[in-house]
């Protein structure tokens, strides 16, 4: 079982920046897919950015070049810094592992955190 705890997340002015970070208790394996998602109201959930063991690194292309995912295999941590951020990334956003088993993928999600930016 793997369990994921996000932190960093908050109210910030366009243009402004956040990083985010994700503990996840429990086995991570290295074929695991961390990375992060978001969810705005009314909307639904999108991949923001993901990242393998290997380094590896897929990104939406809202966030292309503004986001930067990273992970430190050793702590078994995703982060995630936010940069020039704009009012439509305003979303409640969510750390996952998502894993490859038995021909299928499982997902393992955080609570969330919620990142608010102010125009």
């Known amino acids: 079982q793997v369990q994921l705890v996000e932190s960093g997340g908050g109210l910030v002015q366009a243009g402004g920046s956040l990083r985010l970070s994700c503990a996840a208790s429990g086995v991570i394996f290295s074929i695991d897919v961390m990375g992060w998602y978001r969810q705005a109201p009314g909307k639904q959930r999108e991949l923001v950015a993901s990242?393998?063991?290997?380094?590896?690194?897929h990104y939406a292309d809202s966030v292309k070049g503004r986001f930067t995912v990273s992970r430190d295999n050793g702590k078994n941590a995703v982060y995630l810094q936010m940069n020039s951020l704009k009012p439509e990334d305003t979303a409640v956003y969510y750390c996952?592992?998502?894993?490859?088993?038995?021909?299928?993928?499982?997902?393992?999600w955080g609570q969330g955190t919620q990142v608010t930016v102010s125009s």
């Open positions: 996952n592992v998502a894993r490859w088993r038995s021909l299928n993928w499982f997902d393992y």
């Open positions: 990242i393998t063991s290997g380094g590896t690194t």
